[in-house]
């Protein structure tokens, strides 16, 4: 049994091709399954016609695949052969399937101590060893291979009742279930309407799968002479009689091992094409064109004039895809000056956090700057790749983002992390890092670093991990915040103490903030200028009190005026 | 984790009972009379007589089984019906040859799995495609043909390494090595094509996460990303592909055993078959039931170690 | 005025897995009543319980003891066939506009399915999906599309369609705004407002936000750990907060308007300090 086909792997998806592939492999599985059904009629020869004159022949006009070592059709024989392998597949798969289905539903679906019997059941049998059970079957039954593929399939339906039963569980979970429920839909309809479909793809795909590691073990018995029925051959069973005659006729184990290599390649296509479709239909609108590279850029070369900003964007333009690119940010020019908490702010798809990650080199793949540049003091950094940010990220620049709880590696520890930045980002000597650790700890207002610094993410609250966090960025001393919506996830009352801390560190640090949220309330409360953005450009800018009082976009007057207030306005 | 190693310990209980009642019970399933169809049809009455005392068929099942397990319990497996050999010494002396086997393949799987992993997540396309299509031929090539291949090409045509036999350890180390490379190489293929797969998807959704981009925002090099955050965020899932691979090498050594005529526990059990040996077969079976507890008990450890949601639980 | 929800002594536990663990216990006695064709705002942070009480109504989990009076009929009895009848009374709306809606049926699948489990006929239900996209302002066409064409506050307004299919007595709306741009959020407050001039529907409307509490509720309860610690007429709690929970809610609310927002800022400063860095 292979275990790529057991293992559910995931498969990178928007690969081109694969579903052509996906297709072709799944007629090439149908084309052998309908030769092999015909047999008996397109069959050139017996099966068992010996011409022991012609005994290991390479292929030939009246032999298209050659004779074995009793002169017999290599092609007759792989047809009939292909009865008695591809039949023991189809039992073994059914089996699989009608098992894993029901113990996956009923799992899924009561819960309580049946979910856990079940649970328990198909861990056991994806414990057992399984060949070794289908060989006492096999010893018991006298060598015959329906019970021994009714076996596999039960052994093997371990791993469905699991994909079934999280797939159950997880519709379940839904919000658009809770809703049908709500509605008032009975427990007959939902389950037709609402959870089963969700559980065709994934056991179509196991299915395909499973039909890949039963052929191999099909394949496997009849290599070993088990269940064989001379002169009736299996493909398993050619390949043994290949590996008799290796040393005269290799060519026999080519053809032989052949056509299960092919089909059971095929399956794991037809597997990986159904997995990239399923994984699609769930993905539905997310996608977008892979990989742009950095196209050459409408870069007028005037070298920058001095300025105290420590960060400055010049006429930016982000665009995403490559045929062709569609720019999401034109034309963005701000500066942020030392010390300025500078608010970008703007609904999602403005451009706003794209803008953000670009200052930082941080754009995803499928992204590039297309034109005009970032300057992080006096430094072009528009081009620079990973290498180049060496000596910018962390000590010249940091980074807060939206969910803290998922903004730490879950499997370290605090200190460890802190450590780790301050080794890299940091001149801080070895032996000073542990107290310098401690000591932002404290500067971010950490109750007893000590214990915090032995503390897992998970350990933490959201408020006390966005202070890891900002302490985090703040270990190699940067002179500029980059701070993407960063009290988003929080509650109010811990959003209004990491403010606080912001305001704190920018009047005793003299750090500059560069606050990016869509939330005009925080921005009123701790910026000191704001870029207000709509699709990717720059609508007003100014001061926040002069822009509040006076909005002169009719864009910003609508948000400032859809913004739910506390108290009555003016 | 005390919880989570209690469940496995919990569940090996009913484990082996299944294994063993299984094998056992089935045998009783035999149509007619097995001691006949055992010895065939000119046995005389007191070799049937001998042979169903020595299976105890002459007692109720449930007391037969009771016997056995009690047997079993004090590391008595019975004894072979063709050679009467004692089934607990066969497979005492057969273990190591599997267990090398196994364990070697999954070695070889993890180390080149991983770098190959490594690499495609790291070194840009071409070397990602070739992944790909490493880790489907490399899934879907069956282990006992790819071994025949070995061997016509390494042992027939290049007289290189033994195509067939195996030397113990203590007898001489490298030819005990050099026995095993084919034998090793046809086991571990299919591993190393999971492995790479899931450590290279594991590092590119983990190079997505956002405590990746918080450390890389911070200073911390790519370099270090990699081998320190994204490759042991992966390790969590690769622990349990591990097991999995290991105890499918268990079935997978039945067959690479038989093409390399090595006497490991899979040439056994094929050879108990198709003899109808059942003493041994179901020897076999409870001792690779055992390897897999030890494993999924192994896996769940390290799991654990691996994984502190779990560990400071 | 008729009363379509009295909550009475609420108590709910969530099971915790494991064997020998004790059920949690989230919400611990609550009362509360919502009166035809208002609405009543629970407010309150993560994990103070304000979903979990919506779920017990709409019967997503099960209630421990106490309660719930829907129209005149306690659910809390009820077996799985008399819940479901209650779905012409209480219908709910939730946070997630891109969850709530099954992205593998048409829009107008989701939409009939409360009228054919109501047993309307095929072309009562062709009227009224009909009637129903014009209520929210959706094109006639978004019938045979699939929830994927649509953005997020077309969603919602899907949603809220599928909600008041059936006209029912009162919605449950779990933070129906919190994952829309401020734009699209005054949007379907609007409509959510015109739905409840035009037909009477009361809400019980969960939400973290007090400012759209005061601009939205008539009514509202401050809920902490599954308690309700304040409650009375939305305005004056927003206004003059009494227990000092609410009060520390309302000082940390910021207000857009940089001017008014230092005042409160410096109020809040000066009155509490900075808020607990491990809360």
């Known amino acids: 049994m292979t275990v790529t086909q057991i293992v559910d792997t995931r498969v990178r998806g928007g690969r081109l091709g694969t579903n052509a592939l996906a297709i072709v492999a799944l007629a090439f599985v149908v084309l052998v399954a309908i030769a092999v059904a015909l047999a008996p009629v397109i069959s050139p020869y017996g099966y068992n016609d010996q011409d022991l004159a012609r005994f290991l022949e390479w292929p030939s006009a009246d032999h298209l695949l050659g004779t074995d070592s009793l002169g017999r059709d290599i092609l007759t024989r792989l047809l009939w052969g292909g009865q008695p392998t591809l039949l023991g597949v189809l039992v073994a798969v059914l089996t699989f399937v009608v098992v894993g289905v029901l113990l996956g539903i009923v799992a899924g679906t009561l819960g309580g101590w049946v979910d856990a019997l079940i649970s328990g059941i198909a861990d056991i049998l994806m414990s057992l060893p399984g060949v070794v059970l289908i060989f006492a079957v096999l010893a018991i039954f006298d060598q015959d291979l329906t019970p021994a593929m009714i076996t596999l399939g039960f052994l093997g339906s371990g791993s469905l009742v699991r994909v079934v039963r999280a797939t159950v569980l997880g519709v379940r979970g839904e919000l658009f279930v809770s809703a049908a429920i709500v509605s008032g839909l009975g427990s007959v309809r939902l389950m037709a309407r609402h959870i089963l479909p969700a559980v065709v793809g994934p056991v179509v795909i196991q299915a395909s799968l499973f039909a890949g590691a039963a052929l191999a073990v099909q394949s496997g018995l009849g290599f070993l002479g088990l269940g064989v029925h001379p002169p009736l051959p299996t493909w398993g069973s050619m390949v043994g009689e290949a590996a008799a005659n290796l040393a005269k006729a290799p060519w026999l184990l080519v053809v032989s091992g052949g056509i299960i290599t092919l089909v059971s390649l095929a399956l794991a296509l037809i597997g990986d094409g159904l997995r990239d479709v399923d994984a699609a239909r769930r993905r539905s609108d997310r996608g977008r064109a892979p990989i742009a590279a950095r196209t050459s850029r409408a870069d007028g070369g005037t070298p920058p004039e001095p300025s105290d900003a420590v960060l400055r964007v010049q006429d930016l333009e982000i665009s995403f895809g490559d045929s062709p690119p569609v720019a999401v940010v034109r034309g963005v020019s701000f500066e942020v000056q030392p010390g300025e908490i500078l608010g970008l702010v703007g609904e999602s798809g403005s451009g706003k956090t794209v803008t953000t990650l670009a200052t930082l080199g941080l754009l995803p793949g499928n992204a590039a700057i297309t034109a005009g540049r970032i300057l992080i003091g006096q430094d072009d950094v528009t081009e620079l790749d990973d290498r180049g940010f060496a000596g910018i990220r962390g000590r010249r620049t940091g980074l807060i983002s939206q969910e803290p709880m998922v903004a730490l590696d879950p499997l370290f520890t605090v200190g460890s992390q802190l450590l780790e930045v301050l080794k890299y980002a940091s001149d801080v000597p070895a032996s000073q890092r542990r107290a310098r650790a401690m000591q932002l700890l404290s500067l971010v207002h950490l109750p007893d670093p000590e214990a915090v610094m032995r503390r897992f993410p998970h350990e933490l609250s959201g408020g006390m991990a966005q202070r890891v966090v900002i302490a985090t960025a703040l270990a190699g001393d940067p002179e500029l915040l980059i701070a993407d919506e960063p009290t988003t996830a929080l509650d109010v009352t811990v959003q209004a103490g990491i403010l606080d801390l912001l305001r704190e560190l920018r009047r005793e640090r003299g750090l500059a903030v560069l606050f990016v949220t869509h939330d005009l309330a925080v921005v009123a409360d701790i910026c000191d200028r704001v870029i207000v953005m709509e699709k990717g450009v720059i609508v007003e800018s100014g001061l926040v009190d002069d822009l509040f009082a006076d909005p002169r976009e009719p864009y910003t007057r609508e948000l400032i005026a859809s913004t739910p207030r506390l108290v009555d306005g003016r | ?313 | ?279």
């Open chain 2, 1 to 313: 984790m005390l919880r989570l190693i209690a469940r496995r310990v919990l569940l090996s209980i009913p484990l082996l009972v299944a294994v063993t009642a299984i094998t056992f019970f089935l045998q009783s399933l035999i149509p007619g009379d097995p001691a006949r169809s055992l010895l065939g049809g000119s046995a005389t009455q007191e070799q049937l007589d001998a042979l169903r005392q020595t299976l105890h068929l002459d007692q109720p099942v449930l007391i037969q089984y009771r016997d056995y397990l009690a047997g079993v319990l004090h590391g008595d497996l019975g004894r072979s019906i063709f050679t009467g050999e004692d089934v607990g010494q066969t497979l005492a002396n057969r273990l190591p040859v599997s267990l090398s086997l196994i364990i070697g393949g999954t070695v070889v799987a993890l180390l080149i799995g991983i770098l190959l992993g490594v690499l495609s997540a790291t070194r840009g396309r071409a070397v990602a495609r070739f992944v790909d299509v490493f880790s489907l031929v490399g899934g879907a090539l069956p282990n006992f043909w790819v071994g025949l291949i070995l061997a016509s090409f390494f042992a027939v045509t290049l007289l290189l390494l033994p195509a067939t036999g195996y030397v113990p350890f203590e007898f001489s180390p490298s030819l005990w090595a050099s026995s095993l490379i084919l034998p090793v190489a046809a086991l571990s293929l299919s591993g190393i094509a999971t492995i790479a797969k899931v450590v290279r998807d594991g590092i590119s959704t983990a190079m997505t996460q956002d405590f990746i981009r918080t450390l890389r925002a911070a200073g911390v090099p790519r370099r270090v990303l990699i081998w320190r955050h994204a490759l042991r965020n992966s390790a969590v899932s690769l622990v349990t592909v591990v097991g999995v691979i290991f105890v499918a090498s268990l079935s997978g050594t039945i067959l690479v055993e038989n093409v390399f005529v090595l006497p490991g526990l899979g040439s056994l059990a094929v050879t108990a078959t198709s003899r109808q040996d059942i003493p041994v077969i179901q020897g076999v079976a409870l001792a690779f039931t055992i390897v897999t507890i030890v494993v999924n008990l192994l896996v769940d450890v390290s799991y654990g170690l691996l994984n502190p949601k779990v560990r400071t639980r």
């Open chain 3, 1 to 279: 005025m008729s009363e379509v929800l009295r909550v009475v002594d609420l108590h709910v536990s969530y099971r915790t897995r494991g064997i020998g663990s004790r059920p949690r216990s989230v919400i611990h006695g609550v009362d509360l009543a919502v009166q035809a064709g208002e609405t009543l705002a629970l407010v309150g942070e993560s994990g103070s319980g304000k979903s979990t009480i919506g779920n017990a109504i709409l019967g997503l989990v099960p209630i421990e003891s106490g309660s719930v009076l829907i129209d005149g009929t306690d659910v809390a009895g009820l077996s799985r066939r008399g819940r479901r009848e209650m779905s012409r009374t209480v219908q709910a709306i939730f946070q997630n506009p891109y969850g709530s809606l099954n992205p593998w049926i048409t829009v107008g699948q989701t939409l009939a399915e409360p009228l054919k489990v109501a047993g309307r006929s095929r072309a009562e239900i062709a009227d009224r999906l009909r009637w129903l996209l014009e209520r929210v302002r959706l094109p006639q066409d978004a019938l045979d599309r699939y929830p994927s064409e649509f953005s997020g506050g077309q969603r919602q307004r899907i949603a809220i369609a599928r909600a008041i299919a059936l006209e029912p007595r009162l919605v449950v709306c779990d933070e129906p705004t919190s994952a829309l741009d401020v734009l699209t959020q005054a949007a379907v407050l609007r409509l959510l407002r015109e739905l409840q001039d035009d037909l009477g529907i009361a809400y019980l409307f969960i939400t973290h936000d007090l400012a759209i509490v005061r601009e939205f509720a008539a009514r509202v309860g401050v809920l902490r750990s599954g308690e309700i610690v304040e409650s009375g007429d939305a305005e004056e709690v927003c206004d003059a907060p009494r227990h000092p929970y609410t009060r520390q809610l309302v000082a940390a609310a910021p207000v857009p308007d940089p001017v008014l927002q230092r005042v409160r800022r410096a109020a809040r400063l000066a009155g509490g300090g900075e808020v607990d860095a491990d809360s």
